[in-house]
């Protein structure tokens, strides 16, 4: 008979299978995606299988998982493992709320909306701003834009789209914005994308060069995405200078801090979102620069009516009780929603909101450690600029996306490339705050010998030249 206590106890022995596992291999053994189900048994069978086979099957699974709390990944925008945000997020996973009705979450209503609260004041939004827990950063810019264009065109909810709303973003942004416009009616081909300067921030000016023109034409401006801390570069446009034109052409702005949103908890680099309160809404990920785990995604309303105009819909068979302010379902895109606020509420409440602060500062120190680095190195070209966590190099003369590759195969790092203009660089990102400057220097020693000793990488390169 299984019970939970018994699965809880294989979960600790899986649990130190895994840590020690990390200790000791910080890149996983990769499996060739074509020889996938060849190598490890992930069939599905009508009979049920042996405990024993069972537990040591899931030791392979973890064992050859990619590792992203190690001190050798910086693919993406995550990495490390704040602990206790995973035990928030295991209590969560145990009490299994659903977040829309204060009936079946209780307190974890008030845990979310104790974050939320919390967020709002600290960006400086007033008394009527409240937000939700969409799904990720890309649902937070959906629901963001959903609400931009009711806005704009209140009898868009009813009649569908009938007027030539137009929407603007910078050519660095996510490309959720593309999707996002197709599945609110808006359609791909009705976003003007604003040129950026030679750091990655869009020209302000051009957005407004964008929005007269669009005018004279008879679209009707209605939502302007401005990123904070762009995919690739990690750049903050400008957001003060943005607001004056969204203000002077009554357009809804968004802030998108999906990557770099959380330098709002920092002292020292909250000037880079300077303005964020004049935004109507804005959004950032816990799992990013805060180190919870996936997905902790947080969307703030300077004005809470457009969510609930927007996203509420009253359903008899499920709010009973309590009342609206309780009931957070009536904000909310799901129906059934995940509680992904309690693992970032055990982290904030166990180290503070100075705590948040340092987590963020130790991100922005790790990257100058990277950056002095590759300065002081005449045999590396440095492509990004200051304040931001994206630290894009090429080293030597080798291809970037031959190398980022290779360093993956050979299960030596792992670390991703981008572009920028006519550039292609790796792009090594210091977001794990668990991470010391040794680990930092120790990345860039570990790529050094791998090229090396690596005599493809010198075929490449000498290719390229
Ligand atoms: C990561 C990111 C997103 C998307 O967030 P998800 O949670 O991955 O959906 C959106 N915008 C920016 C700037 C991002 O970095």
Redesign the pocket.
């Known amino acids: 008979m299984s019970t939970i206590k018994n699965d809880l106890k294989l979960f600790n022995e899986l649990a130190e299978v895994l840590l020690n596992e990390e200790q000791q291999n910080p890149v996983a053994e990769r499996i060739e995606a074509n020889q996938l189900y060849e190598t490890i048994d992930l069939s599905l069978r009508d009979t049920a299988m042996v405990d024993d086979d069972f537990k040591s099957l899931l030791q392979d699974v973890l064992v050859s998982t990619p590792k992203t709390a190690t001190s050798l990944f910086f693919n993406q ?1 995550f990495g490390g493992r704040q602990p206790k945000a995973v035990l928030g997020d295991l209590l969560a996973v145990l009490l299994n709320n659903s977040m829309y009705t204060y009936k079946v979450a209780g307190p974890q209503v008030g845990i979310e909306q104790e974050i939320i609260r919390k967020s709002c004041n600290l960006i400086g939004y007033g008394s009527n701003s409240n937000g939700t827990f969409p ?7 959906y629901m963001a834009l959903v609400m931009g264009r009711d806005a704009k065109d209140p009898s868009c909810r009813f009649d569908g789209m009938r007027k030539p709303l137009i929407i603007y973003t910078s050519i660095e ?2 490309y ?1 914005n593309a999707k996002n416009a197709s599945f609110a009616g808006i359609g791909r081909n009705n976003i003007r994308y604003i040129e950026v300067d030679s750091e990655g921030k869009m020209i302000p000016e051009k957005l407004e060069e964008q929005i007269k023109e669009d005018i004279k034409n008879g679209g009707i401006p209605t939502y302007v995405n401005a ?5 690739v570069l990690g750049a903050f446009d400008p957001i003060d200078k943005i607001a004056d034109i969204t203000e002077k052409y009554d357009i809804w702005l968004h802030v ?4 770099c949103g959380s330098v709002m908890f920092s002292e020292k680099y909250k000037h880079l979102i300077k303005g964020v309160e004049r935004s109507n809404s804005f959004s950032y ?1 816990a ?2 620069m805060l180190g919870t785990p996936l ?1 902790c ?1 947080i969307l703030l309303v300077n004005d809470k009516k457009h969510l609930h105009n927007s996203f509420s819909n009253d359903a008899s068979y499920l709010y009973q009780t309590d009342g609206d302010d309780f009931n957070l379902g009536k904000t909310s895109f799901q129906c059934g929603r995940r509680n992904d606020a309690l693992k970032f509420w055990t982290l904030w409440k166990s180290i503070g909101t100075n705590g948040l602060e340092q987590i963020v500062d130790k991100q922005l120190e790790l990257a100058k450690v990277a950056v002095d680095y590759i300065k002081n190195n005449p045999d590396y070209t440095l492509y990004s600029y200051d304040d931001s966590i994206s630290v894009c190099f090429n080293y030597k003369d080798v291809d970037p996306v031959a190398l980022c590759t290779a360093l993956y195969e050979n299960q030596e790092t792992v670390v991703g490339f981008g572009s920028f203009n006519e550039d292609t660089f790796v792009r090594f990102v210091t977001i794990n705050a668990t991470n010391s400057k040794n680990d930092i220097l120790n990345f860039f020693k570990v790529l050094e010998n791998f090229v090396a000793n690596t005599s493809v990488l010198k075929t490449t390169s000498a290719l390229n030249t």
């Open positions: 925008l799904t990720g950063g890309s649902m937070s810019n942004s996510h959720s990123t904070a801390g762009t995919t998108d801090g999906a990557y990920n799992h990013k997905t995604s």
